[in-house]
């Protein structure tokens, strides 16, 4: 069983910076892959980065790749999302995830644990 804590979100102004953090409990958390999604009114859950259990791999959805950057500290049992250059667009419930391989990474449904999620919210 894992258990994931968000901490970090907030309300900012558009061109801000803020850092998520998500705090995993559980013996296997250096193997999991980690995920970011968001989920903003009536619209899906979608990934926006993940990292593989070494940090070797990352992916980024476009909307964000060069604005976003995905880390995980295995010592802490922590993965970090930093948000830099923060649009209105970005507003949004931020969950991290966790899963046991890369594969179907981008896929919300192949996730096995969940987080409670921190809003973010950028006005303009």
């Known amino acids: 069983q894992v258990q994931l804590v968000e901490s970090g979100g907030g309300l900012v102004q558009a061109g801000d910076s803020l850092r998520l953090s998500c705090a995993a409990s559980g013996r296997t958390f250096s193997s999991s892959t980690m995920g970011w999604f968001r989920q903003a009114p009536g619209k899906e859950r979608e990934v926006q980065a993940a990292?593989?259990?070494?940090?070797?791999?990352?992916y980024y959805a476009g909307s964000v790749k060069g604005r976003f950057t995905i880390s995980r500290d295995n010592a802490k049992n922590t993965v970090y999302l930093q948000m830099n250059s923060l649009k209105p667009e970005d507003t949004a419930v931020y969950y991290c995830?966790?899963?046991?391989?890369?594969?179907?990474?981008?896929?919300?449904?192949?996730?096995?644990?969940w987080g409670q999620g921190t809003q973010v919210t950028v006005s303009s």
């Open positions: 995830a966790a899963k046991g391989s890369w594969r179907s990474v981008t896929s919300s449904q192949q996730y096995d644990y």
């Open positions: 990292i593989s259990g070494s940090g070797g791999i990352t």
